[in-house]
């Protein structure tokens, strides 16, 4: 069985998500949407995904914090977006 322990503690379920999210934009690209929309739709969720992959690896909290702050203004920016296509 393999150590999920381990997966975790290394930041390696963080890359997980990273590479599916990484897949999803592609294929919401390929789809036809365009590329600011999928950047600003997946970016918010890529951001904690590093926060946490930091917070995984013991990195200080200032690369923790970091990408944590950075997901809200870009998350604004996509609802704002959204709000004006309406």
């Given at each position: ?37 999928v950047?600003?739709l ?19 909290w ?25």
């Open positions: 069985m393999p150590n999920l322990a381990a997966f975790f503690a290394s930041g390696h379920a963080a890359d997980l998500v990273l590479a599916v999210l990484a897949v999803e934009a592609l294929l919401l690209m390929r789809a036809g949407r365009p590329a600011i929309d950047a600003l997946l970016l918010p969720g890529a951001c904690m995904m590093l926060g946490l992959r930091a917070a995984l690896v013991g990195a200080s200032p690369w923790i914090a970091l990408p944590l702050a950075a997901s809200f203004p870009v998350h604004l920016a996509d609802m704002l977006r959204r709000g004006r296509g309406r």
